[in-house]
C-alpha cells in the first residue's frame, strides 16, 4: 500500500508544504522537523519537556493507517499514563499540496484515579510578527506582544506566526482550549508556542481527546486562510482513534 509517510524503525518522514520534515518517534520533545524556505525552520507538537527529560529515549509503537502516522506512547516511568498521537496530512485549500498537518491527541490510564497533565509546544526561527483570532469576535486578528498567556474565554488559543513570504498558522478546537503562553524574542526571530493540553483528574476507562492543527500558507492572505481554516476545522468530525 502506498502512503505519503515513511517509516523506518522510529523514523518517520513526510513531505510538508513541499519540503521534507521528520519525527524522531522516541524523542517527542524534538517534534517534527521542518527546514523552510529562507531558513525559517519549525519544530512542531513537541511533548513533554525536553528539560524535565534530558536525553530518555520513549517508548513508542507507530503504525501507518493509509495517509496517517498513529503513534502510541506511554504506560511506564517515562509517561505515567496512555498516549496515542494521530498524524493527519491535510491541505488547505484543497489545491494545496499538504500544507497541514491536524493532530488528534488521546489519553487514558489504567489507574482508578490519577491527576494527568500533557504539555506541547511549537518552536521555529524566522518570526517576524504574531498574531491571534480573537475569542470574541473570530474576524477580528491581532497582534500580540512577547511572552502573553492566554486562557479559555480570553482567546480562541488560534495562533498565526508570519515567517518571511510564508506563515504558519496552529489551530486548536475551542472545545479542548485550557491555555496558551507565547514567547517571543523579536531580535533573534524565535518563537514558542507553549500549550496546556490536559489537565484532569484521569479516571480508569476514560479517554479524553484533543485537537489540534498546524498549516504553512502564503503570507499575502494569510489572515483570510486563517479564517477559513478555522471555520472548516470547527465543523470537521472527530477522527476515529484506537
Not at 525552520?41 to 530518555?56: M, V
Not at 480570553?154 to 503562553?181: A, N, W
Amino acid at each position: 500500500m502506498s502512503t505519503s509517510w515513511h517509516l523506518i524503525e522510529h523514523q518517520a518522514k513526510t513531505q510538508f508544504a513541499g519540503r521534507p520534515g521528520q519525527l524522531d518517534l522516541g524523542r517527542p520533545e524534538n517534534g517534527f522537523s521542518w527546514q523552510g524556505p529562507d531558513q525559517h525552520s519549525l519544530q512542531l507538537l513537541r511533548f513533554p519537556d525536553g528539560e524535565a527529560c534530558p536525553g530518555l529515549n520513549f517508548r513508542a509503537s507507530p503504525y501507518i493507517r493509509n495517509e496517517d502516522l498513529i503513534v502510541n506512547y506511554g504506560g511506564d516511568e517515562l509517561l505515567p499514563f496512555h498516549l496515542q498521537v494521530y498524524w493527519c496530512r491535510r491541505s488547505h485549500p484543497i489545491q494545496a499540496d499538504c500544507n497541514a498537518m491536524e493532530w488528534t491527541l488521546a489519553m487514558q490510564t489504567e489507574c482508578l484515579d490519577r491527576q494527568s497533565q500533557l504539555n506541547t509546544s511549537t518552536t521555529g526561527i524566522g518570526a517576524e510578527e504574531i498574531l491571534q483570532l480573537s475569542a470574541n469576535d473570530a474576524s477580528v486578528i491581532q497582534p500580540i506582544a512577547s511572552d502573553t498567556k492566554f486562557s479559555a474565554g480570553e482567546s480562541t488559543g488560534c495562533l498565526l506566526v508570519r515567517l518571511g513570504k510564508m506563515s504558519y498558522i496552529e489551530l486548536i478546537h475551542p472545545q479542548d482550549f485550557l491555555s496558551v503562553e507565547v514567547a517571543y524574542l523579536k531580535e533573534e526571530s524565535q518563537f514558542a508556542i507553549n500549550r496546556c493540553l490536559f489537565d484532569c483528574n484521569l479516571e480508569k476507562g476514560v479517554i479524553v481527546r484533543a485537537r489540534l492543527q498546524g498549516l504553512c500558507v502564503p503570507r499575502e492572505n494569510d489572515e483570510e486562510l486563517l479564517r477559513d481554516a478555522y471555520r472548516e476545522f470547527l465543523q470537521r468530525d472527530l477522527p476515529l482513534t484506537t
